[in-house]
């Protein structure tokens, strides 16, 4: 009884010390924290910041709360930028290619983790190596093939390359995420004589939401950003995106400052929008492993 007593208070006595060292661990992981994320939040102070003030503010303090709030600087970077007409086709290139790679990745990944057929593993393993393939040493070649069938300076052009590029990760995510749903599932539906779209449809989909809502943030997020293909494949103002038609605003509002500050912050909104929509997804899917 006596050494049993003794084993407690010694499992106690370690316990305490245990929690005295994350107590005294606890603070500085919370500073180091905050001062990671002031630095991510930062960029986006500087931009909201300078977009509402004036020119003479900014010339008096490069960073500064503003002393008269004024939208004139988004203004004149919506009209004088094309702006709307730039942001019109960065979404119809996003819409497009996020309905197209999550759709096909969706449908390769069935394949690859829920039905038998042959070559299925030479066919997976071809995917995860093309994911090693740098998209920027096609650049020559996609741009020749583009001209010769029609393509260039048009919205397909950039959607079937970028439909491309991430379709091999959207295809990894989406098969590693299905791999983890328990086979019975589809064998119980299969035993209901549901068809193998209907297993997919039925069943599969709404448990796949969390990898959904992450291959859309990823897709977004990386065709939004994307400028080299965008550049090259889209040189008219009918077709070009918002991210190339920022880089105009350089030259153009050169001595309007806040002006730029203002087209920079046009072009941010959207991202940090998506992201606030579908982070809770996101979330979800990387709890449920879908990182493995």
Known sequence: MGASTLSRRRRGAHAAVTVRRRERWKWPV???????????LFPLYFL???ALRT????AGAKVGLPTTFSAGALERAWEGASVPTYLRNSLIIVVGTVILSVLVAT???YSFSKLRWTARGKAYLLVLVWIAVPPLILLVPLYVQMVELGLFDTYWSVILIYTAVN??????????YFRSLP???????RLEGASVHQILSR???????????????????????????????????????LTVGVLQLQGRFNLDPTALMAGLLIATLPVVGVYLVFQRYLVRAVAAGIGR
């Open 183 to 189: 086979d019975e599932l589809a064998e119980a539906a």
């Open 55 to 58: 020119n003479a503010d900014y």
């Open 107 to 109: 449908f390769a990944a």
């Open 167 to 176: 379709l091999p990760f959207n295809t990894y995510l989406m098969t590693a």
């Open 48 to 50: 909201v910041s300078n």
């Open 30 to 40: 919370v500073a180091g924290m905050a001062l990671i994320s002031a630095s991510a």
């Open 203 to 241: 069943v599969l989909l709404p448990l796949a939401r969390p990898a959904l809502a992450t291959l859309v943030i990823f897709n977004f997020l990386w065709v939004w950003n994307e400028f080299i293909f965008a550049l090259l494949l889209l040189p008219s103002d009918e077709t070009k995106t």
